[in-house]
């Protein structure tokens, strides 16, 4: 199976300041196709998870323009340029690569 | 726009049954894999199971493997996890999935004597 490690395991962040989260994978996350199934997902208290950045670095549809993904291979870095009281919550990666799907830990942002 | 409503969740023995559903619109149902998730009390995101748009591929974790099922019903859009030999630690809220981009509001499970 593969391993996701995400760091830090939580965020107290300023409003407006920038925010960084750390994702690596125990091995690389590249498909044959030359996609790498690399995803990130916001969890908001009491709701369910919503995708945020599929494929490494492609915004959802509706994802603000402040969200960025980022990364290669085993390392990746979900990058909010200016966080905004509605961006707490838990973020997760997860690789979409092979069966079975699996997440990291999950990093808890709190606003400051 | 996708939306997912899961539903057949409740509380139920150790060693009991349940199955769950997730009714799905606005979409071709058919033309995308569908997945469950938990996520046990307090903790973290879980893959279960997920399954292929045709229904002919199915995977799951080793944790669920010879206990759950998933199926599909295309031509009532919607995706079930049949959920046997329920254990403590099956304990969880459980989310469907459309491919990786949309996900249900989730169903509580709970195994408890």
């Known amino acids: 199976d593969i391993v996701m490690t995400q760091t830090p395991l939580s965020l107290s962040v300023t409003p407006g300041q920038p925010a960084s989260i750390s994702c690596k994978s125990s091995?690389?996350?590249?498909?044959?196709?030359?996609?790498?199934?690399l995803y990130w997902y916001l969890q908001r208290p009491g709701q369910p998870p919503q995708l945020l950045i599929y494929e490494v670095s492609n915004r959802f549809s509706g994802v603000p323009d402040r969200f960025t993904g980022s990364g290669s291979g085993t390392d990746f870095t979900l990058k909010i340029s200016r966080v905004e009281a509605e961006d707490v919550g838990v973020y997760y990666c997860?690789?979409?690569?092979?069966?079975?799907?699996?997440f990291g830990g999950g990093t808890k942002l709190e606003i400051k | 726009e996708v939306q997912l409503l899961e539903s057949g969740g409740g509380l139920v023995q150790p060693g009991g049954s349940l199955r769950l559903s997730c009714a799905a619109s606005?979409?071709?149902?058919?033309?995308?894999?569908m997945s469950w998730v938990r996520q046990a009390p307090g903790k973290g995101l879980e893959w279960v199971s997920a399954?292929?748009?045709?229904?002919?591929?199915?995977y799951y974790s080793d944790s669920v493997k010879g206990r759950f099922t998933i199926s599909r019903d295309n031509s009532k859009n919607t995706l079930y996890l049949q959920m046997n030999s329920l254990r403590a630690e099956d304990t969880a809220v459980y989310y469907c999935?459309?491919?990786?981009?949309?996900w249900g509001q989730g169903t509580l499970v709970t195994v408890s004597s």
């Open positions: 997860m690789q979409g690569l092979q069966p079975p799907l699996t």
């Open positions: 999935a459309k491919d990786k981009d949309t």
């Open positions: 091995q690389s996350l590249l498909h044959s196709d030359g996609r790498a199934y």
């Open positions: 606005g979409a071709t149902f058919s033309t995308y894999a």
């Open positions: 399954i292929s748009g045709s229904g002919s591929n199915t």
